[in-house]
């Protein structure tokens, strides 16, 4: 189900929408909607063994599965300042050494609905705190990476995420 799915009246004037092509349309009033994917900003939080902590998912979708701490981007957010917000939201940790490791396409379960996601990724080490899990984060632990089970992993693109992050690695 896309994120337009649902749209059935225009939110201005009510009118029956048209679809097509990723967006609806209202012939009265002219409003135009377009399903867009919705941008996180999540970061790889690295040790000093080289090791990559993980945060198990606390709710759905894939709670009990491994994620990487972050959320989505709130509206005229910087992704830079979500990507702090929610480490500190999620593990109490601020950052330092942010540096960006790329963009990677998925979908996000939400009720009945999937939304796609265009998910920012910075790597990045603790500058403060000591991580604990708090808001929508059951466990923090760090990894080695071969010790992460795809299988345990909560979205299809973090497999990817972590293995341009450890190319990287072998490059430098």
């Known amino acids: ?9 225009c939110p201005l004037c009510a009118a029956p929408l048209e679809r097509g092509g990723g967006e609806v349309n209202c012939p009265k009033c002219g409003f135009v909607g377009y399903a867009n ?3 996180t900003a999540s970061a790889l939080v690295v040790d000093d063994e080289g090791r990559v902590m993980l945060s198990k998912r606390a709710r759905d979708p894939a709670v ?13 957010e910087h992704p830079l300042d979500c990507l702090h917000r929610e480490l500190r939201e999620e593990a109490g940790i601020g950052l330092r050494d942010t540096e960006f490791l790329g963009i990677f396409m998925d979908w996000y379960g939400l ?10 990724y910075w790597s990045a080490r603790i500058a403060e705190g000591t991580p604990e899990p708090a ?7 760090f990894f080695a990476l ?9 979205f299809e693109h973090l497999p990817k995420v972590l293995s341009a992050w ?5 490059d430098s």
């Open 64 to 76: 009990g599965k491994w994620d990487l701490p972050g959320g989505f981007v709130e509206e005229g």
């Open 1 to 9: 189900m896309s994120d337009l799915d649902g749209w059935k009246h």
């Open 166 to 170: 450890d190319a990287r690695n072998e």
């Open 111 to 120: 009720d009945a609905r999937n939304v796609s996601t265009l998910n920012l």
């Open 146 to 154: 071969d010790e992460i089970s795809t299988e345990d992993l909560a």
């Open 135 to 141: 808001d929508d984060v059951e466990e923090l632990r």
């Open 37 to 39: 994917s919705k941008p």
